[in-house]
């Protein structure tokens, strides 16, 4: 009879496979017109799925060594101290403002009433985490050209209750962090950096979401890597960090990890609170926390996939430089600039119409949709204009600096298509081609 070792040898051998037979073989499909060209899909080879085997038959799954292993290797990554990982990044981004809720950041703490500077063209959990919780967002327009918060604006939108600034880098193209950085440290701010649609880029030679107090990730299918659902905040302030662990884990005091009991070698003797002196510190709580763990199987797969994030990262660039290449002399449309110090990893190609053209938005996206091109608005657009602000009232639950001009063009005016890893040549050069008959 066959060992465990060697049983489990030969199942990850037959893995790999049917990794083969199966994924690789469906990868290599020779492009042709009439073939849908997604805006993005998960890019993998047998390691992923080595990984999730590996970790499946452990059966662990929740917290557990992958994703110790993750998020060190994510540390690693980012040059940044702390890394937690979290079940999504909408998680990241509702933990990463929750930790600045917390008491133990005194005079700095977020408290319902307080603002929080951001822009409404945004995906709604940027925003969703500081109206849940009763603080007040306050809305910034856009700029044009980088498609990212109009740092003009930021002190008109600065009061005696704001205390954070929180908002994402578009499309992987980073906000200009040197006049927001400025911003923040003025006026003593928090500054939460939406990194996830931005693993990767840099500003000024360093990674986008380390420059600010928090920064978070997203792991779903789309982005920059993939474990599934999945998620990451990071930061380097060893307080946050202390915070974001005691929060992601149902806001307990206690930081053993998963199965590990009296790291401190107190848990009969302290004092907290109203509790009896030696109440269990593994079931004393100092937040009102959440579960937001993923599972060691997901950190499996995202194991592998920082391996690749460098390819990935290179990839993207390089099919974006190919696209804008064969577009760039149309004068119908803007295409998205790069932003001034920074080399993004771009997420998506974003144009905006110019004004007073005989066509829509709608009609370019349907045409490319009817060609089987894949396109995606700026997510919510201005996302004031959604059915979930209409219960809010301005001025009380929200404030927003002027009417806000820039972003509703772009929510009328703007798209963007595609430039993940795997897409080759051939497909570029359709969407190029396709793009070209319609508005030539």
Request: with cysteine; aromatic share 12%.
């Amino acid at each position: 009879m066959a060992s465990p070792e060697e049983l489990k040898d030969e199942i990850l051998e037959k893995v790999k496979e049917y990794y083969s037979l199966v994924h690789e073989k469906n990868s290599k499909k020779d492009f042709k017109p009439g073939n849908r060209i997604n805006y993005a899909s998960r890019v993998f080879d047998e390691n992923e799925m080595i990984n999730l085997i590996d970790s499946s038959l452990e059966f662990w799954l929740t917290y557990g060594r992958y994703s110790k292993e993750f998020e060190k290797k994510l540390s690693e990554y980012l040059n940044i101290k702390y890394s937690f990982l979290v079940n999504s990044g909408s998680s990241a981004n509702l933990l990463a403002f929750y930790t600045l809720t917390s008491p133990l950041l005194k005079h700095r703490q977020i408290k319902r009433g307080d603002e929080v500077i951001t822009v409404a063209a945004a995906f709604p959990t940027t925003v969703s985490p500081i109206v849940q919780y009763g603080a007040i967002p306050v809305f910034v327009d856009m700029e044009l050209d980088c498609i990212n918060i109009d740092v003009s604006q930021l002190e008109n939108a600065v009061s005696q209750k704001t205390k954070a600034v929180m908002i994402a880098h578009t499309l992987g193209n980073p906000f200009n962090i040197k006049k927001v950085k400025e911003f923040c440290e003025k006026y003593e701010l928090w500054l939460i950096e939406d990194n996830c649609d931005a693993l990767g880029s840099l500003y000024d030679g360093k990674l986008t979401g380390t420059w600010g107090d928090i920064g978070t990730s997203s792991f779903y299918p789309p982005h920059h890597m993939t474990m599934g659902e999945g998620g990451a905040v990071y930061t380097n302030n060893p307080l946050l960090k202390k915070i974001i662990l005691s929060m992601r884990d149902w806001g307990r005091d206690c930081w053993c990890e998963s199965g590990v009991d009296n790291t401190c070698n107190s848990r009969f003797s302290q004092k907290f609170a109203d509790l009896p002196v030696g109440y269990d510190h593994k079931y004393v709580y100092s937040h009102f926390g959440f579960n937001l763990k993923a599972t060691d199987m997901q950190a499996a797969i995202g194991c592998a996939q920082l391996d690749k994030i460098d390819f990935f990262t290179k990839k993207r660039k390089e099919n974006f430089e190919k696209l804008y290449d064969g577009l760039k002399d149309i004068k119908k449309f803007e295409i998205i600039k790069k932003q001034a110090n920074s080399n993004p990893s771009w997420f998506g190609f974003m144009i905006t119409l110019n004004d007073d053209l005989n066509f829509s938005r709608n009609d370019l996206v349907e045409f490319l949709e009817d060609n089987n091109i894949q396109t995606r608005n700026l997510f919510a657009g201005n996302i004031l204009r959604h059915p979930l602000f209409k219960t809010l009232k301005q001025g009380e639950d929200y404030r927003k600096i002027g009417e806000l001009p820039n972003t509703d063009k772009i929510m009328n005016n703007s798209f963007w298509i595609g430039v993940y890893p795997a897409m080759d040549e051939k497909e570029i050069d359709f969407m190029i081609e396709t793009i070209r008959k319609f508005v030539d």
